[in-house]
């Protein structure tokens, strides 16, 4: 792109502008690139910093975008574009973060800027959208914490007791994350768990594990006295009395 040799910063800002309105994010990406160290600490360069930042969350460079918002909200807290910056930054984070069974340090970071949003613009008409986020973020959180507990669960007794494990990160999940959409998927895990691990106990701890797995049952049924897991939940607590019975 010959605009690209041109040491004049104004005719490239004009330039990158007209491929913005154009919907040529990408050559607008490239011009701004050199536009925004030449007008930095001005007005318009807070306009071309915001433009450039907005070229990339088109593009879906989101974590470049993210990037460039937080450099608008920094650089310019008193620009009239800090409270929008501040939402698009948590946002392309929150776009950026990758599926459960990956890293989360982005979803990590995008809810402690979506957090940090609510927080000083409590009033902001973003509000609802970045509680939204928030709550799917944690669910995605909470989810990858659930596939954890099923693997230590699907390894039973190998190498040790893993039926614990399975308890302790369900547990933790449960308090970390006490309003996700699986709730069910953990309580009803938590059951089986302590089934399993009161089965395998040795004969000194068998009565109470055995009374922790009725325990655990109870909080399923009282929680959800219409699931969908009703069935296998009164299979095991059948079992446990009659284990309690012959005890007796």
């Given at each position: 792109?010959?605009?690209?040799?041109?040491?004049?910063?104004?005719?490239?800002?004009?330039?990158?502008?007209?491929?913005?309105?154009q919907g040529k994010y990408s050559?607008?990406?490239?011009?701004?690139?050199?536009?925004?160290?030449?007008?930095?600490?001005?007005?318009?360069?807070?306009?071309?910093?915001?433009?450039?930042?907005?070229?990339?969350?088109l593009q879906k460079s989101y974590?470049?975008?993210?990037?460039?918002?937080?450099?608008?909200?920094?650089?310019?807290?008193?620009?009239?574009?800090?409270?929008?910056?501040?939402?698009?930054?948590?946002?392309?984070?929150?776009?950026?973060?990758?599926?459960?069974?990956?890293?989360?340090?982005?979803?990590?970071?995008?809810?402690?800027?979506?957090?940090?949003?609510?927080?000083?613009?409590?009033?902001?008409?973003?509000?609802?959208?970045?509680?939204?986020?928030?709550?799917?973020?944690?669910?995605?959180?909470?989810?990858?914490?659930?596939?954890?507990?099923?693997?230590?669960?699907?390894?039973?007794?190998?190498?040790?007791?893993?039926?614990?494990?399975?308890?302790?990160?369900?547990?933790?999940?449960?308090?970390?994350?006490?309003?996700?959409?699986?709730?069910?998927?953990?309580?009803?895990?938590?059951?089986?768990?302590?089934?399993?691990?009161?089965?395998?106990?040795?004969?000194?701890?068998?009565?109470?594990?055995?009374?922790?797995?009725?325990?655990?049952?109870?909080?399923?049924?009282?929680?959800?006295?219409?699931?969908?897991?009703?069935?296998?939940?009164?299979?095991?607590?059948?079992?446990?009395?009659?284990?309690?019975?012959?005890?007796?």
């Open positions: 792109m010959r605009i690209q040799r041109t040491k004049d910063a104004s005719l490239k800002y004009d330039y990158a502008k007209q491929f913005y309105n050559k607008a990406s490239e011009l701004l690139m050199d536009v925004v160290p030449a007008y930095e600490g001005t007005e318009e360069g807070s306009r071309a910093l915001f433009l450039f930042a907005e070229s990339e969350r974590e470049t975008a993210s990037d460039a918002y937080k450099r608008y909200y920094q650089n310019y807290p008193k620009g009239d574009k800090a409270e929008e910056a501040r939402f698009r930054c948590g946002e392309a984070l929150y776009k950026a973060s990758p599926e459960a069974r990956l890293d989360q340090s982005v979803t990590y970071n995008a809810i402690q800027e979506l957090a940090l949003f609510v927080e000083m613009y409590p009033e902001s008409k973003f509000r609802k959208e970045t509680e939204d986020m928030l709550f799917s973020l944690q669910d995605k959180l909470a989810y990858k914490e659930l596939l954890a507990a099923q693997l230590y669960y699907n390894l039973g007794m190998y190498m040790g007791n893993n039926y614990r494990s399975a308890i302790i990160t369900a547990d933790n999940a449960l308090k970390d994350y006490p309003y996700n959409k699986h709730r069910e998927e953990f309580y009803i895990l938590l059951l089986r768990a302590s089934y399993k691990e009161a089965i395998n106990s040795v004969e000194s701890k068998l009565q109470t594990r055995y009374r922790n797995v009725i325990d655990r049952y109870f909080v399923y049924v009282n929680e959800y006295p219409n699931g969908k897991y009703l069935k296998e939940a009164e299979r095991i607590h059948k079992q446990i009395n009659s284990y309690l019975d012959t005890q007796q």
